[in-house]
């Protein structure tokens, strides 16, 4: 039989990570700007801790800067109207997760390169090429470009309430279950399997759990440390060509409570909610999770985010139905509440 298997991956061209590193963005835009201007997506807040200097480095060149808010379509599709008249050639995203989304989402749209310039490592979108966008009512994960180049500068990113720098870990120590139920799906669905992208995540969010203890407020090497496995996480979905090495029941749970009510909880957290009922569920070492995450400052506990009990159990029982292709140790019909209730309170969730 002739051999004619073929598969794409893309990856970043260019990376720079550490301190002061937003001094290379120059050197960076001219690699990838070919004609047209610089569109450069911000927040109001991101624009003063970490556009302005973006800017300052970008004095040579002709950029059209848009203070954005949240990355909903109806944004993202005022954007694009506004810039008919003066298309740009290049899209750099500076902020933590939004701004990161709707660059990605409009260099996806337009065709042109993105650069993202992240100021929090909150989590492993700023290296991925999937955008997560609103519309009003839940998120959807859309497909959109991989960056062509990041410049992550920790001595920007450590200005970031280290609320953030915790998320961020977590979003990468729960690729331990993610890879858990990818291996299960092709256990069972016999879905394809990368051993190399699953290695590669799973050795990531290994590393964050082992050098926990340098996970602190403050600490610019701690920013060094989890947008590292953060880069490393983005590499093994770029091998795999999903979110598959990164994204399992966890984050399936994390979708189920934004649709539901998250409270006041962001992305990281409800993964490492996640990530802990997940292992539990695979008869893994779920008290490690549960450790880690105590010793990095994160709360696995619902109420510190004024979710309530109801919604926790509702949120478990229906997660398997967010994504019915993406099977997970869940499985395929709805949790029973006695069930859900049972799990959520054995880990410590409620
Ligand atoms: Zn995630």
Redesign the pocket.
């Known amino acids: 039989m002739n051999f004619n298997k073929i598969k794409s991956m893309h990856f970043p061209s260019d990376v720079y990570i550490g301190h002061d590193a937003i001094f290379n963005i120059a050197e960076v835009v001219s690699k990838f700007l070919k004609s047209g201007n610089i569109l450069l997506i911000t927040g109001e807040n991101t624009y003063n801790i970490a556009g302005k200097r973006v800017l300052a480095n970008l004095k040579d060149f002709d950029v059209n800067i848009i203070i954005a808010s949240k990355a909903t379509r109806e944004s993202i599709k005022n954007i694009e109207e506004s810039l008919k008249n003066k298309r740009p050639g290049i899209v750099l995203g500076v902020g933590g997760g939004s701004k990161i989304d709707i660059a990605k989402k409009i260099a996806y749209d337009l065709g042109i390169p993105f650069i993202s310039v992240p100021t929090a490592p909150s989590?492993?979108?700023i290296a991925s090429p999937r955008a997560s966008i609103y519309d009003g009512k839940t998120v959807y994960s859309e497909e959109a470009v991989m960056p062509s180049a990041i410049v992550a500068d920790t001595s920007i990113m450590v200005l970031a309430p280290y609320r953030y720098v915790a998320a961020g870990a977590a979003?990468v120590i729960?690729n331990i279950t993610a890879v858990l139920d990818w291996k299960l799906a092709n256990r069972l669905k016999g879905e394809d399997f990368s051993s190399t992208a699953a290695v590669m995540s799973e050795y990531a969010g290994r590393e964050l759990i082992e050098r926990s203890s340098m996970i602190q407020p403050g600490l610019e090497e701690s920013i060094w440390l989890v947008t590292k496995q953060i880069l490393a996480s983005g590499a093994a979905m770029a091998i795999a060509g999903s979110s598959r090495p990164?994204?399992g029941s966890e984050?399936l749970f994390?979708h189920a409570l934004e649709i539901i009510g998250p409270g006041s909880s962001i992305?990281?957290e409800q993964?490492a909610m996640g990530s802990v009922i997940s292992m539990y569920l695979h008869g893994g070492d779920w008290g490690l999770l549960r450790d880690t995450y105590k010793r990095i400052g994160l709360s696995i506990k619902a109420e510190s985010y004024g979710i309530p009990r109801e919604t926790v159990i509702k949120a478990l029982s229906i997660a398997h139905r967010i994504r019915p292709s993406r099977y997970t140790i869940l499985g395929e019909s709805d949790l029973s509440y006695n069930v859900s209730e049972r799990i959520l309170s054995i880990t410590g969730i409620i």
Request: proline share 0%.
């Open positions: 989590h492993d979108g979003d729960s990164a994204s984050h994390s992305h990281g993964c």
